[in-house]
Structures are given as structure tokens and as C-alpha cells.
């Protein structure tokens, strides 16, 4: 290979490929279904999946798979071999199109929340042509989706595609009243940012819960975290730099847009950030991501940690999703422009989000609601579980202009009358960033900041994608009736932001005052996401995925169960997980070094019998009360876990997990992080947070 450049995409069988392996006929037929969703021939199929095979058995292929994303939140995979038997007792490769566009895994134990019975085993993957298939480890990948016997949805990928549909129809309507002809699709775009920690192979093993649970369920502060803020951006330690060298050019075979990549905040954190590509497309390239960092992790003697908080008192990963609009013609919906009609265009997408985002704060908190995202939202290192937007203080002027009908003042040098028809010329970076915002304008896109880092973000971006075509359909539907275009549409951006300028807030999201604040707006805060998950189920929210054809009821019921049932699940795991730290190693070692302590104690005694010994009393005192507290906290925790099962449904249940089975998780960490500041470090079981953080 020649570099980079020919590295890139080697694995995938991308539009490059097709346009050199498939008939000219056949290209522009799947291209169209590609970019238009168009519907293909299964003769198109049958040619398609024979170049595919050749191509995969050029390159020592000998097996395919239909990858899919269930709701579990990590992708699936069943292997089938190329190979076929002939009359003669040999074999042949063979692969049809009937293979390409269909597959049947059991889909017994996937989640469904209800939609089907546990013995109805029958699931079906299809051929997502939007995204390219590709090459791991000498199999063929197709992306599909997963859906159940009855046609109902099983994944996560379903839902995000027929998003970016409704989308599509809501901004085209929009785009053709502002007399666009040229554009024929608008897409959303993602670009989300990985965070992630890396920390030794050795220590991992060492830790009952960081394998079981992917967090530390105990761990005293150590003595230096963050607080000299000398990681974020910092040198990147040579082992580090060679997991991310080696990990770049895995995602690059794989046509991952990798592109940036720099240590975060935390001791032993770093992030990658990649280049914007489609919503469908940035999800399954996410997904890869997470993979391949586990697995390039373990070579390099290291293990990833995905989870939203894996260690206490130090900054959780988040993933934050860089989301915007754009047409096939290149241009970005949410980038002002240099005309007053493009002004007019881009503030009309803008209210939309705006007017999205206000009526559908719940929708968004649900959409990255996890039982691990709530230890981290609110901590003053993430956004807190209040929805709101910065827009900049310039844009912030723009908008008040517009509502109260007053001239617009640039640092009283350029006054201007708003107007669609006369708007200012505003840059995208007059504005410093504000880190703290859950939602932020940054020049041409909204920089969702709330997303854990394990999370797939096909959820926020079916969600977001949703909202803001129910907001563009809204608009439409008011501005194709209208007798005066331009003053309809000064009168609906007004109006809009006069009823929705609630949810914008530039300031300190991490500050008590701006809770109080929210507060009075009338902005929800669901601080947990048994707090966020009962309004999944709200008529609003019933009528608007319905409506544009996205979920239907059963299929929100499902994911209402599913995501409750999973936040039960988790802290169930965690809770038996840290009972089992304590009883068959935290009580032992604090027993053990009770004992020395005791022996020594006692040695000193025979050889100088007046010696007070005022050291190995006081922590023998201490220890035993901290132990016997120990033992009762256990004690409280396996009751807590007795009562678990809740003959009022899933949704008691968890609440029952929040607010009783989690408080005796707290008690009990408490008391044992407090044993590990005293014990002697030979005796403590587990490699601690200071080993942890600072080994790799």
C-alpha cells in the first residue's frame, strides 16, 4: 500500500468498488436506492451479492454475516460459510442475492419488551444498502436491520433510518417554499466524539467489578486526580500513542473517519473525535470504534473502558454528538449564510431545533437515559439532566431582535432592522464555547453533550431527527398556506421565539442558581432515569413517533420495557457483584490486618511492657467498628435485594432499584472505601484507583 490514502476503505465495499465490479445498469440502480430509497429488483441483488462475494474471496474471505444492533446497545452477528456442496462431493462458493438481502437469526434472546413471546424465536435481518458492507477478520459484514416475525422493529438501526426519512420529506417541504429546485435529499450528519480510558490488562484482572460491571463499585480517592488539569491535551505517553496509531489504521481499512485523537481531562482518559459522515453511516462507525478500541486495547496489554463512570470523584466519558442538516448539494441547513435568504433559510431551520428541543426536552433525556449516564449527568463534568441550548451571545441578540421587532446592535457599530429581508451578516465563531451546555450551537451544528460514552447514538439521533421534522412539518403546514410568505415567516420565527426562548440559556449549567432557574422557566430536571423513562409514554410523544411513521405503539411499550428492565438488570449485577467484593475479600483482608495489628501489638508488649501502643489500638478500634459496619451494610444490601421483584410492574420495580437497592450500594462503598485509606496495602485486595489511573 502506498500510505494512508490507499489504506483507507481497503476493507469496504464501497462506491469505489461498486462503480469498478458492477454493471453500469446495476450501479445506477443501487445508487438510487442508496441516495433515494428506491426500491431494488431482486435480479439487482442477485449481481450485487456476486460481486460482493468475489470481491470478499479475493481478499481470503471464507464467511459473511448479517451485523445488526439489537437492543442491547452492542451489534450481533451470525456467521454462515460461502461454501456450498455439490452432487459430485465437492464444494462451490455461492452467495445470492436472497442471502445479501435477508437472514434469519433466533431472535429469542434478543429484547423485545413484550413484542413477542419468549418461545417465538423468529427474527429477520435485512440488507441496509445505505451503509457499505465490509471486511473483519476474513468475514464479510453486511449492515442490516433486525426486525420481528410481525414486522416489528427489534434494534436500534430501524428506527434512526426511518427518522432520517421523515426528516428528509419535513426539510424538503421547507426548502421547495423557499424556491429550492436544486436540492433533491436532505441528510442529518454526525460526527460523535469518543471518550474513553485506557488502563492495564494486569490491574483489570485484579478487579471483580470493573470485569463484571465496567465501573469501580469501591475505590478510596487517590491522592491526585485531576486537579492539576495537566492530562487534558497533554503529552501522549508512548504507550498511548501506539494503541492510537494502531487503532487509526484499523478504523481506516474499515473507512472509519478517525481524526482526531488527544488525552481528555482525567488521568488516563482520551478521546477520539472522527469527521462528520451520515447519521446511519457515523452510527455503524461508532459502534466500530468501540470495538475496535477493545480489541486493539488487549494487544497492546490494555484493557478500554466505555463505561459513563468508571471511576468515582474523577471526570465519566461521555460521547458528544455533533448533529446537523445537510443537502446533496452540499450545502449545511444549520450555517448561516451570506444573503439575506439564506439568513432567512438558516434561522428557520434554527427555530425549528429550537421549538424542538423546548417541546421535547423529555424525548431527548430518555433518548440517552442509562443507568451508568446517571452517576455522571450533573456531576459538574457533564451537562446536568436540565435540557437546555446555547446559541451564543450574538446569535442570542439576533433572536431578541427579531422578537421584539427592534433594531439589531454589533458592538454599536452596525444597526440593522430584522427582517427576513434584511437580516445581518453574524459569523460562526463569535462566540466562545460553552462546555457546560447540554445542547450548543457551534457555528454550523448542535453539539449534543449528554450522551454516556457506551451508548449507541442511534437513539439520540432518531430522536432528534424526529423532533425537528414534527417542528419542520409544523412550519410547513403554516407556510404553505400562507398568502404573504414573508411575513407569515416573520411571524412564525417571532412567534417561535417568543414561545420557546425558555429553553435557551448561555450561561453555567453547573451552577445551583441555574437549577433554581430552570425551575421557574418550567424546564423539566429528571435527575435519574427512572425519573425520565414514564414520559416515553405520554400521548405527545405517542402521537409524534406515530405520526411520521417511526415507532409504532407497540414498539415504544417495547423500548419503555426494555429500557426499565435493563436499568434493573444493571444495578441487580452491580449490587450481587459488590456483596461478593465484600464477603469474599474486603471482610477477609480487613480481618487479616486486624490480626497483625493485634500481633504486634502484642510482640511490642512482651518486650516493653508499659508501651501504650496507642497506634495499632486506635486503628484496631477503628477497623472493627468500620468492619462490623461493613458486615450490617452487607447485610442491608442482600435484604434490599430480597425485595426486588414487584408484583406492580417494572416500572415499581425500578424505583425500588433507585431508591433502595441503590442508596444500600452507596452506604455500603462508603464504608468500604473508608476501610482502604486505613488498610495496609499489601492486605487490600484490589489494585487501587492511585494503580488504576497512573500505570499505563
Known amino acids: 500500500m502506498n500510505g494512508m490514502p490507499d489504506m483507507f476503505g481497503c476493507m469496504v465495499f464501497n462506491n469505489e468498488v461498486m462503480k469498478k465490479r458492477l454493471p453500469s445498469n446495476t450501479y445506477k440502480l443501487l445508487r438510487d436506492a442508496i441516495e433515494n430509497g428506491t426500491s431494488m429488483d431482486r435480479s439487482v441483488a442477485d449481481v450485487v451479492a456476486n460481486a460482493m462475494k468475489e470481491w470478499a474471496l479475493e481478499k481470503g474471505v471464507t464467511h459473511y454475516t448479517h451485523w445488526f444492533q439489537p437492543m442491547t446497545g452492542i451489534t450481533a452477528e451470525k456467521h454462515d460459510g460461502f461454501l ?60 442490516t436491520i433486525f426486525y420481528s416475525y410481525g414486522g416489528e422493529a427489534l434494534d436500534k438501526k430501524t428506527p434512526l433510518l426511518r427518522s432520517m426519512e421523515a426528516l428528509n420529506k419535513q426539510a424538503m417541504r421547507i426548502l421547495r417554499l423557499f424556491g429550492n429546485n436544486a436540492v433533491t435529499r436532505v441528510t442529518t450528519t454526525v460526527g460523535p466524539e469518543q471518550e474513553y480510558f485506557l488502563i492495564d490488562k494486569e490491574l483489570y484482572n485484579k478487579r471483580k467489578d470493573l470485569i463484571l460491571t465496567g465501573r469501580t463499585l469501591f475505590g478510596s480517592k487517590p491522592p491526585k486526580g485531576q486537579e492539576l488539569e495537566d492530562h487534558y491535551f497533554g503529552a501522549i505517553k508512548p504507550r498511548i500513542a501506539a494503541f492510537m496509531r494502531d487503532l487509526d489504521e484499523e478504523l481506516w481499512k474499515l473507512g472509519v473517519l478517525a481524526k482526531t485523537e488527544h488525552n481528555e481531562v482525567a488521568p488516563a482518559q482520551h478521546e477520539l473525535a472522527p469527521i462528520f459522515t451520515t447519521s446511519n453511516l457515523a452510527t455503524d462507525h461508532n459502534q466500530l470504534t468501540m470495538e475496535m478500541m477493545k480489541k486493539v486495547a488487549s494487544r497492546h496489554g490494555m484493557v478500554c473502558l466505555l463505561h459513563e463512570k468508571p471511576f468515582a470523584g474523577v471526570n465519566g466519558s461521555g460521547k458528544h454528538n455533533n448533529w446537523s442538516m445537510s443537502t446533496n ?61 446555547f446559541i451564543g451571545d450574538e446569535l442570542a441578540g439576533v433572536l431578541e431582535s427579531i422578537e421584539k421587532g427592534t433594531p439589531y446592535s454589533k458592538k454599536d457599530k452596525e444597526v440593522t432592522k430584522i427582517g427576513i ?16 451546555s447540554p ?49 407569515a415567516l416573520n411571524d412564525l420565527i417571532k412567534k417561535t421565539i417568543s414561545e420557546h426562548k425558555r429553553i435557551i440559556f448561555n450561561g453555567n449549567n453547573y451552577s445551583e442558581e441555574w437549577v433554581i432557574e430552570a425551575e421557574k422557566r418550567g424546564l423539566l430536571n429528571l435527575k435519574t432515569t427512572v425519573d425520565a423513562l414514564p414520559y ?18 407497540a414498539e415504544i411499550h417495547s423500548r419503555y420495557e426494555i429500557n426499565l428492565d435493563g436499568y434493573c438488570k444493571t444495578l441487580n449485577i452491580e449490587a450481587l457483584t459488590m456483596v461478593e467484593m465484600v464477603k469474599r475479600n474486603i471482610i477477609p483482608a480487613t480481618c487479616a490486618y486486624i490480626r497483625e495489628l493485634s500481633e504486634t501489638a502484642i510482640a511490642k508488649k512482651e518486650v516493653i511492657p508499659d508501651l501504650a501502643c496507642i497506634m495499632e489500638k486506635t486503628l484496631i478500634e477503628k477497623l472493627s467498628s468500620l468492619s462490623d459496619s461493613l458486615y450490617k451494610k452487607t447485610e442491608k444490601l442482600e435484604m434490599a435485594l430480597l425485595g426486588t421483584k414487584d408484583p406492580d410492574g417494572i416500572l415499581a420495580q425500578a424505583q425500588y432499584y433507585k431508591d433502595v437497592v441503590l442508596l444500600a450500594m452507596q452506604e455500603l462503598r462508603a464504608v468500604a472505601d473508608e476501610i482502604e485509606a486505613l488498610i495496609g496495602e499489601k492486605y487490600w485486595p484490589y489494585p487501587t484507583y492511585s494503580e488504576l489511573l497512573f500505570n499505563v
Open 439 to 487: 445542547f450548543a450551537f457551534t457555528g454550523n451544528k448542535f453539539e449534543f453533550r449528554m450522551p454516556g460514552s457506551a451508548l449507541s447514538v442511534a437513539g439520540p439521533n432518531f430522536v432528534l431527527n424526529t423532533i425537528v421534522a414534527e417542528e419542520l412539518s409544523q412550519f410547513a403546514d403554516t407556510l404553505e398556506s400562507a398568502g404573504d410568505f414573508t411575513k
Open 536 to 553: 416515553f409514554l405520554l400521548d405527545k410523544n405517542t402521537e409524534l413517533f406515530t405520526k411520521h411513521g417511526i415507532l409504532t405503539e
Open 421 to 436: 429581508d434584511m437580516l445581518p451578516h453574524f459569523f460562526r465563531d463569535t462566540t466562545d464555547r460553552n462546555r457546560t
Open 329 to 389: 448539494t452540499g450545502v449545511n441547513l444549520l450555517e448561516p449564510g451570506d444573503s439575506p435568504i439564506e439568513n432567512a433559510q438558516f434561522l428557520t431551520f434554527l427555530a425549528a431545533v429550537i421549538k424542538a428541543v423546548d417541546e421535547y426536552q423529555d424525548l431527548l433525556r430518555i433518548s440517552i437515559a442509562t443507568a451508568g449516564n446517571d452517576h455522571r449527568l450533573g456531576a459538574n463534568e457533564a451537562p446536568p439532566a436540565i435540557l437546555s441550548m
Open 84 to 143: 456450498s456442496p455439490t452432487k459430485d462431493g465437492r464444494v462451490i462458493m455461492e452467495f445470492s442475492g436472497k442471502e445479501l438481502i435477508k437472514g434469519e437469526p433466533d431472535a429469542s434472546s434478543f429484547p423485545s419488551g413484550g413484542l413477542r413471546a419468549t418461545f417465538e424465536a423468529r427474527g429477520y435481518t435485512a440488507w441496509d444498502p445505505s451503509s457499505f458492507a465490509f471486511i473483519k477478520e476474513n468475514t464479510l459484514y453486511i449492515p
